[in-house]
């Protein structure tokens, strides 16, 4: 159980004889017992975070402390971090109950101890029957659970998890992400998950770090990154289905009235109210709504738009409606038993607290 | 023109049987579905459409006539693949235009120009018909791929996969983008996907395939309001269908369903009743989908089964909560900003009459409350 700290972190390597910045000059921390994930798109230097920190890459320039030690000169064994990562590398010859003692045993732990511990986190992760099966008679979910199992029987300071459900199919993947929430609850232990997942992200973090070329673009809890996006790739990297974002115009009306054109398209509405103020005629801006944010209504609100279905989709759970905006879609999700055909009239309402505006030069919110 | 039949269609690899004894009747210009998991014989029924597979046993049919030993170019079929396969150093009208000036199709240039016009103004890339592939985004990639496969008039499309490997936020758009042109397609389809999303959205029916049979056939409707068996109901939806073992309490005129151990508040309903009656059944299985299922912090109704919150987790728009009760996980939709923490008590609401029944011995459907459906029609 431990605090850990990242300052000013640098990682710069030549491939190539090219050099690349992989991560750049990194904040941030995390509390004790916290579970944080390092989201992003593949490249944007997560991972190379998360083997500095377990020790399997070198630093460039910054500091990490874990516990109020720095541990940048620590061999991955004294820095007291579990590793479970994406590929199992479990050891074929041995039984589970060997792989997840191996650690156990390596620090000389009486074997009684070692029986306690290994069934006991065995109970935890429901891998009791598998104990005496050999690596290759399982499934692609029960290895994960023996690797999860065995880097968390050492009871680590830091827990670090490199993709751990990515290789798993779509159900497996979700009853896992399940398991390995309430499994965090119950160690408590300071955890990091790597992912280039949103949902697993959102679904297991008490705050996601989100980072594009190497540098963090927030780091917030998972309704502050969804509701309060800091900027444009945040906005469109976080959601599913994905936020809809468009450039728009700002101009006023010969009533006063402040509006959007989007941008190639006939579609005009009103400025929202909070932004009134700040948004100047002539200028573009990027404009962001998610899906679950319009509402369809009768035409006679004001700050409706007024257009036609292009594509109507019941997913059982839920419809998805379409408008076809130039070369892009406009997509909206109700869970209301709608039903439209292509080509039908539809009135849409942008609900005015949910609407997200960005700077189309430098994409930072305003 | 084309309607497709399969009879008893049988295939198999060595000690492998990839199908088992499939019968699907497609309709002239169906956009028909096929749908399972990886290994459920997809990939093998297409193959033995297009004639790439040949059946050991059964027949299959192409507008009345047995096709089983005509080759595969000979069928008038065209593929669509997962990977694009466009020549990178063509443009996208040659790539469009490339089967029409092969030995076998090949066409005057004045007619070619004519029907790549034809088709590129379908797809919406008309204006791209100068560019190299690479100079496109994957969803007009997708676009040029159809329309080379488009530009023979093919009698019958057959695609395998073709959003897969798009990541989840592409595939929404794309599948979208797919709708809208699939409108204009205008031929039979038939299109293989192990995405349940995909099979909802497109399909004018869809027929789910596992380890080689047919599980159901249907339309999307069906498919997720009267699922045939267990193995359907929990391949459509997602988080996935709670399915609970529940016995029959008989007190007086009254049925009840005996729910995670409560007997006294889960009426059976009318409908489902005789149905009960007349298979002679003393325990069922009953599904609710998470959205039938209702929450309280408070024990608010007698109704009401007590519960712990086992897990919380948030996804944006909304959350999936897991919920322990008489030893089972029981997952159910909520707001994203809940205050969910593990361990809280909760009291849950079961919707029975959305509530779908299965036989607990043959896990095959028997009934269902609600006269709900027709969400999907048209």
Redesign the interface.
């Known amino acids: 159980m431990a605090e850990l700290v990242i300052r000013n972190l640098n990682k710069t390597y030549t491939k190539q004889k090219e050099s690349i910045h992989a991560v750049k000059s990194l904040n941030l921390t995390a509390k004790d017992g916290e579970f944080i994930a390092f989201l992003g798109p593949s490249g944007c230097g997560k991972s190379t975070t998360l083997r500095m920190i377990a020790g399997l890459e070198t630093i460039t320039s910054g500091e990490i402390e874990i516990g109020g030690t720095v541990v940048n000169r620590l061999h991955p064994s004294k820095r007291n971090v579990g590793l479970a990562f994406e590929n199992y590398a479990l050891y074929p010859p041995l039984t589970v109950y060997e792989n997840i003692a191996f650690n156990l045993r390596a620090r000389n732990m009486p074997e009684p101890e070692i029986k306690r511990e290994v069934d006991k986190i065995a109970e935890l992760l429901q891998i009791t029957p598998l104990l005496q099966m050999k690596p290759s008679a399982l499934s692609g979910g029960q290895k994960q659970r023996v690797n999860i199992a065995r880097a968390i029987v050492r009871k680590p300071a830091v827990l670090l998890l490199d993709e751990p459900l990515s290789h798993l199919d779509g159900k497996m993947r979700q009853s896992m992400r399940t398991e390995l929430k309430r499994l965090h609850t119950e160690i408590r232990s300071t955890s990091i998950i790597v992912t280039h997942d949103q949902s697993e992200a959102m679904a297991l973090a008490d705050r996601i770090a989100i980072i594009n070329e190497g540098v963090l673009q927030q780091y917030g809890t998972p309704l502050e990154v969804y509701n309060h996006p800091a900027n444009e790739f945040v906005a469109g990297f976080i959601g599913e289905p994905p936020m809809n974002l468009f450039t728009v115009t700002a101009f006023t009306e010969k009533t006063g009235r402040k509006m959007f054109r989007i941008d190639g398209s006939p579609i005009e509405f009103a400025v929202p109210d909070a932004y009134r103020d700040r948004v100047i005629d002539g200028k573009p801006y990027r404009f962001g709504i998610r899906p679950g944010d319009i509402h369809i209504v009768a035409g006679s609100e004001p700050h409706t738009l007024r257009t036609r279905v292009t594509i109507f989709e019941n997913l059982g759970e839920e419809c998805r409606i379409h408008i076809r905006i130039n070369d892009a879609l406009l997509s909206l999700v109700t869970g209301e038993n709608v039903f439209f055909q292509p080509g039908d009239p539809i009135c849409l309402l942008f609900r005015e607290d949910r609407i997200h505006l960005f700077d189309s030069q430098n994409g930072n919110r305003i | 023109m084309a309607d497709i039949a399969l009879k008893q269609v049988t295939k198999k690899y060595k000690q492998h049987t990839a199908l088992n004894g499939v019968s699907i009747d497609i309709k002239d210009k169906e956009f028909f579905v096929i749908f399972g998991?990886?290994g459920a014989g997809k990939t093998t029924l297409l193959n033995v459409i297009a004639g790439i597979a040949v059946p050991e046993e059964g027949v299959v049919t192409m507008n009345g006539k047995v096709v089983n030993s005509i080759e595969p170019e000979d069928r008038n079929v065209a593929m669509v693949f997962e990977n694009y396969a466009l020549y990178p150093h063509m443009s996208v009208f040659d790539n469009i235009a490339s089967p029409l000036r092969s030995p076998r199709y090949r066409q005057p240039e004045s007619k070619i120009k004519e029907e790549v016009h034809r088709v590129a103004k379908i797809l919406r890339i008309d204006w791209l018909l100068q560019r190299l592939p690479s100079e496109l985004s994957n969803g007009q990639r997708q676009r040029v791929s159809l329309g080379r496969a488009l530009v023979r008039s093919p009698e019958v499309f057959l695609m395998d996969e073709p959003l897969t490997h798009l990541d989840?936020?592409l595939r929404?758009?794309m599948?979208?983008?797919f709708?809208?042109m699939q409108?204009n397609l205008n031929t039979t389809t038939i299109y293989v996907t192990h995405d349940?999303?995909e099979a909802?959205?497109l399909g004018d029916r869809i027929a789910v395939l596992n380890e080689g049979r047919i599980e159901q056939i249907g339309t999307?409707d069906d498919i997720?309001y009267r699922p045939a068996t267990e193995f359907v109901a929990?391949a459509?939806?997602?988080?996935?269908i709670n399915l609970l073992t529940a016995g029959i309490v008989r007190k007086g005129g009254e049925w009840y369903l005996n729910l995670l151990g409560d007997s006294d508040h889960f009426t059976v309903p009318r409908q489902v009743k005789s149905v009960i009656e007349e298979l002679q059944l003393e325990t069922v299985r009953v599904g609710f989908?998470?959205?039938d299922i209702k929450y309280s912090f408070t024990d608010d109704s007698a109704s009401m089964l007590r519960a712990a919150v086992?897990?919380?987790?948030?996804?944006?728009?909304k959350a999936?909560l897991?919920a322990h009760a008489g030893g089972q996980?029981i997952?159910l939709?909520a707001p994203?900003?809940l205050e969910a923490r593990?361990?809280r008590p909760i009291y849950l609401k079961f919707n029975v009459d959305e509530a779908i029944f299965f036989d607990e011995r043959t896990r095959r459907f028997i009934a269902r409350a609600g006269e709900k459906g027709g969400?999907?029609?048209?």
């Open positions: 998991p990886a989840a936020k929404h758009q599948r979208a983008e709708k809208e409108a349940y999303l909802l959205s999307p997720y929990e459509f939806g997602e988080p996935e989908r998470p959205k086992y897990s919380f987790e948030p996804l944006g728009s999936i897991t996980l997952r939709i994203a900003d593990p361990d969400r999907f029609v048209g």
